[in-house]
């Protein structure tokens, strides 16, 4: 199964972005699907993470301003971003972690937010 994430765009900070993170086959083959981000000069980072229980936990940089959801139906994970900071600017990742004797880890291909005025 393979994740695409789209949705990434400029914002004016306090504004609002939706990244889409589309998985070719069932979003629930994965135990859990998460968030990264890359900013300029910057390792990557931890943004947030849903399992496949709707259990979710936020880095505390985004938590009250970033809502991680699923639809198991259209196998589509999405992260809505609100009162974005120019902070937030990076390139944002998805990716679905499978546990297990056979288990993998798919990055999807990373889309650029940035916060500009």
């Known amino acids: 199964v393979q994740l695409q994430a789209s949705g990434g765009g400029l914002v004016q900070p306090g504004g609002s972005l939706e990244l889409s993170c589309k998985a070719s086959?069932?979003?629930?083959?994965?135990?859990?699907v998460a968030w990264f981000r890359q900013g300029p000069g910057t390792h990557r980072e931890f943004v947030t993470n849903l399992t496949s229980g709707r259990n979710t936990l936020y880095a505390d940089s985004v938590k009250d301003r970033f809502a991680i959801s699923r639809d198991s139906d259209k196998n589509l994970v999405t992260l809505q971003m609100h009162n974005l900071k120019p902070e937030d600017t990076a390139v944002y990742y998805c990716v679905g972690v499978k546990y297990g004797s056979r288990g993998y880890i798919t990055w999807g291909q990373g889309t650029q937010v940035t916060v500009s005025s």
């Open positions: 086959g069932s979003i629930l083959s994965f135990d859990y």
